[in-house]
């Protein structure tokens, strides 16, 4: 990291960020970072909130409550389960739930819970919640299938383990055709192939139904239901939820406005810059414009030996006051060497070079800059940074080269 | 020929009182793109550029006979515009606009594909054929006539590419950026096909990213049906991975969508992956 190398502070991403990058809520960082994660980038919705969602559109959970301190438990809706309330998977193997019969128990289960660090998140609520009565285990998903342009539905049988290691044979794969939307066949289907009982065939129908309307209206671009229990009672109800909210679709969600994660001096200007912010463990700053010339400059970075500490991507644009901005929050980050990798659309080069040098001449930095820029009028910005001591480059080849020389020096 | 986009190309700009459409439609038009029209709600009568502006697009197509549309309304109200176009029987629609929400994507590039209307995008550069024209935003000096066909997924990189072939002497048909979002209107296998067809196309170029599996779906295509030599760069093998909560993603990948699957599998279709993007014309000759 480039702070170790340095010896000096660095600004971190917040846990948040820096332990899940692809639930980045900064519009520009999310656009880089959907490409970095085949799950897309939306506002992942702690359990309980999902919960609360399902519970909006008639899908039964089990009745609970939300705390954030153990005296908090004053009574029980009956035996419960204690959950860490944690966006990462895992929390049963780290011991972030715990069953619990009286008030007593519930309250010695929340202490051990609560400040709980589990792979990196430190558990902050817990949810309580009345304890099913397991007969089976079902698994029930949405999420947008890039290649067929549209929604998936999965179902299996196999549910309450990782969707992942059950055979493909056992997971029903339906695709949802746009334009036919969701019809009663659809539930028949995936109760179909659940084979299950007649009561809770219907039950299961209609929980498909409610899933797909909550995916939809609500602007989720993941739903998943696992488990989808089947009680000794016969009836079925949602033991976990995972929901992912399409961060492009919040303005017509004013509900989720203000819920936002605590950010870092750095971070915040960078969320406020609309610029992409992210810690790698390499000495080398980056600022580059766009998702795919970020990473191929990621790319020639490391054909020559060399490795981004951090970059910054300030989205498909040139404008000249994002670059200066950019690099008044690069300085701040504190690179070996700075690379700055451009490529003009809009802008004349000269302008995009004016705006380096003001940040440079509002706050001077100790570390080399590679300056590469590309498009009109770029032999005269060229000209004015390499007048300003920066290390010009003409192409992506050469400006990774004389970056990544300069870091390992 | 060309792919996408012809002589006989009249477009119809969507959004054109902005500054991104006031911009970009002047720019089209220096490309030598025939820019017929404009719409903006409200402003009909003005004129941008000296390009008449219309309230809808229906009134467009009816007094310009515009045939293609380049969207660069905001996203909140791109689903609308996409739609107004195919109601008024635009054959070809450019999305530009970002950030549009992915159901809103999903719904409209089903209507495209069912009325056999090609859309390209959303948030894509465009298309640009040199000595034809251009619909979108791709910067037109990087362009060269000649008989690549250049087929990606970023907006920028695209730039780069198309740039070191140009500077290397090596001009392109048509290129294509059909966007980085999860839903496109276009994608690989689409653009393939085409160049495929296309006589004045000789070559391909590929440009991919890491994540999704569309790069992987091109591999099985050219494998199976294009015959014309492919060179392919995919953006961030060395970038770092994410971690994911859900695992709906990973059934569908199942261990797909990394740099390396994508690699392979273009390499096992016969095609030479450039190992940075400054590669891409040494391969090409």
């Known amino acids: 990291m480039i702070g170790q190398a340095r010896d000096k502070p660095f600004y971190r991403l917040s846990k948040y960020h820096a332990e899940n990058m692809n639930s980045c809520p900064w519009k520009t960082a999310k656009y880089a970072l959907t490409r970095f994660t085949p799950e897309g980038d939306g506002m992942k919705l702690y359990e309980y909130k999902a919960k609360e969602l399902l519970r909006k559109h008639g899908i039964p959970v089990p009745d609970g409550f939300v705390v954030s301190s153990s005296d908090q438990v004053k009574e029980l809706p009956g035996p419960v389960m204690v959950k860490a309330q944690v966006l990462i998977g895992g929390r049963g193997k780290a011991g972030g739930i715990k069953p619990a019969d009286t008030v007593e128990e519930a309250r010695k289960a929340a202490s051990a819970i609560l400040g709980l660090n589990i792979r990196g998140y430190v558990t902050k609520q817990v949810l309580l919640e009345r304890r099913l009565e397991v007969a089976k285990e079902l698994y029930l998903g949405i999420t947008i299938d890039r290649s067929r342009r549209g929604l998936l539905l999965m179902a299996s049988a196999s549910g309450g383990m990782d969707i992942e290691s059950v055979p493909e044979d056992r997971i029903l794969m339906l695709p949802m055709d746009p334009l036919i939307g969701y019809q009663g066949f659809v539930g028949r289907r995936v109760s179909g192939f659940l084979k299950l009982g007649k009561e809770q065939k219907t039950q299961v129908a209609d929980i498909v139904r409610k899933l797909y309307t909550l995916m939809v209206s609500e602007d989720a671009e993941l739903v998943e239901i696992n488990p989808l229990v089947v009680t000794k009672d016969g009836k079925v109800v949602a033991g976990d939820a995972k929901v992912t909210i399409d961060s492009d679709a919040l303005f017509r969600h004013k509900e989720y406005e203000g819920l936002e994660e605590d950010l870092t001096p750095l971070e915040a200007k960078a969320k406020e810059l609309d610029i992409a912010f992210v810690q790698l463990d390499g000495n080398i700053g980056v600022i580059a414009n766009g998702a795919g010339l970020t990473m191929a400059t990621l790319d020639s970075l490391n054909m020559f030996g060399g490795k981004a500490g951090v970059f910054l991507d300030l989205g498909g644009t040139d404008d000249p006051e994002k670059v200066k901005s950019a690099m008044l929050l690069m300085e701040e980050a504190d690179p070996k060497v700075i690379l700055l990798n451009i490529f003009g659309g809009i802008t004349k080069c000269d302008t995009v070079a004016k705006g380096v040098l003001e940040a440079i001449e509002m706050k001077p930095t100790s570390a080399p800059i590679v300056a590469r820029i590309k498009g009109l009028n770029e032999e005269l910005g060229r000209d004015m940074l390499k007048e300003a001591g920066m290390i010009p480059a003409s192409g992506l080849s050469e400006a990774a080269e004389k970056a990544s020389k300069e870091s390992l020096r | ?285």
């Open chain 2, 1 to 285: 020929m060309t792919v996408m986009i012809d002589k006989k190309t009249k477009v119809v700009v969507q959004g054109i009182t902005g500054y991104q459409g006031t911009y970009h439609s002047k720019a089209m038009r220096d490309f030598g793109t025939k820019v017929v029209a404009g719409v903006t709600p409200g402003k009909a009568g003005e004129k941008v550029n000296d390009i008449p502006v219309f309230d809808t697009v229906a009134d467009a197509v009816a007094e310009t006979g515009a045939n293609t549309s380049c969207v660069f309304v905001p996203a909140p109200m791109t689903k609308d515009a996409v739609m107004e176009a195919l109601d008024a029987g635009i054959a070809t629609i450019v999305v530009v606009t970002e950030h549009v929400p992915v159901h809103d994507a999903i719904h409209f590039v089903a209507v495209a594909r069912s009325k056999g209307v090609a859309l390209v995008g959303p948030n894509c550069p465009g298309l640009a054929a040199p000595g034809v024209g251009k619909v979108g935003i791709l910067p037109s000096k990087i362009f060269m006539k000649g008989t690549v066909g250049v087929v990606s997924r970023s907006g920028t990189l695209t730039y780069e590419i198309v740039n070191a072939m140009t500077e290397h002497g090596i001009g392109q048909s048509t290129c294509v950026g059909i966007g980085g979002d999860r839903v496109p209107g276009t994608n690989f296998v689409d653009v393939l096909a085409r160049f495929q067809k296309d006589k004045d196309t000789k070559k391909i170029v590929l440009v991919g990213e890491i994540g999704g599996t569309a790069e992987e779906e091109a591999a099985e295509f050219i494998k199976a049906h294009v015959t014309k030599p492919v060179v392919a760069y995919i953006a961030g093998r060395t970038a770092p991975p994410g971690k994911r909560m859900g695992h709906a993603g990973a059934i569908i990948a199942r261990g797909r969508g990394t740099a390396e699957s994508k690699i392979k599998a273009l390499e096992a279709a016969g095609v030479k992956v450039a190992r940075i993007p400054t590669d891409v014309p040494e391969l090409l000759r």
